[in-house]
């Protein structure tokens, strides 16, 4: 509405200071609307460089669970993380976004075409201390959004209700029963699964010794807490193969 009110007052303008006659009356008409327009356009400056008239609204979305960017049915939970630039706090993440999909998807990569909008979008992961497999992701935006919708009217020249200042998205990862990889990582981890021999037997010695393991902190867990209903005791078990499966490929990272 303010380029119309311009436009108004330019016109309105022109017309006192060419067209009114009486010199006192084309001064005063003349200086009114000339200041009334210099107004305007101050106004209007304010807002596209100050974002007079706006207000900062910040909206956070409820955390949504992730899976594994691993092999589908692997006890192994992956996070592939690429950073963007050597000190940014800024990722690329790949993960799935529901347990059934066949493959992971690639999350946070700036779009080229947008790259205003992509820069003020970051996304990073942090380990977290919890005897959980369930890894989360929630996003916090902040926008400029009008005060009121008088200022929406006056100002809205692009009907862009309101502008992105910032977005931050922190995806949440149990630390015991995660394992974080970048892609190179990932790469070189495929390749010694497959160069490393199996042998039956010691595999299956493996596996027994992992559930003797199991046994044990599975007993001593049901000693501190002899009120554990059975879904907590399966929540537990699948919290020790999962924290053990990781343990194993942090060993073949090394």
Request: aromatic share 6%; hydrophobic share 40%; charged share 20%.
């Amino acid at each position: 509405m303010i380029l119309y009110i311009i436009v108004a007052l330019v016109i309105l303008m022109a017309a006192c200071w060419l067209l009114i006659s009486n010199s006192t009356l084309r001064w005063i008409c003349g200086l009114l609307s000339t200041g009334a327009l210099l107004v305007s356009v101050l106004l209007l400056c304010l807002n596209m460089q100050q974002h007079y008239g706006m207000k900062q609204q910040t909206v956070t979305t409820k955390e949504k669970q992730i899976y594994s960017a691993g092999v589908a049915n692997s006890p192994v939970n992956m996070l592939l993380a690429q950073r963007l630039g050597k000190s940014a706090n800024n990722y690329v993440l790949v993960y799935r976004d529901q347990a059934k999909d066949k493959k992971p998807a690639t999350h946070f990569m700036p779009n080229k075409k947008k790259i205003v909008s992509a820069v003020k979008k970051r996304a990073h992961y942090q380990l977290v201390a919890t005897k959980s497999t369930k890894a989360t992701t929630q996003t916090k935006s902040t926008y400029w959004v009008y005060k009121n919708k008088t200022m929406e009217k006056l100002f809205d020249l692009n009907n862009s209700k309101r502008i992105l200042i910032k977005q931050r998205t922190v995806v949440k990862v149990p630390k015991d029963t995660w394992v974080i990889l970048s892609a190179q990582q990932a790469k070189s981890l495929a390749k010694k699964q497959k160069q490393t021999p199996t042998d039956p037997a010691q595999t299956k010695a493996a596996q027994q010794q992992m559930q003797q393991v199991m046994g044990m902190q599975l007993k001593q867990y049901q000693q501190k807490h002899p009120k554990a209903s059975a879904s907590d005791l399966k929540q537990y078990t699948q919290y020790l193969q999962a924290k053990m499966a990781a343990q194993q490929v942090k060993m073949m990272l090394k």
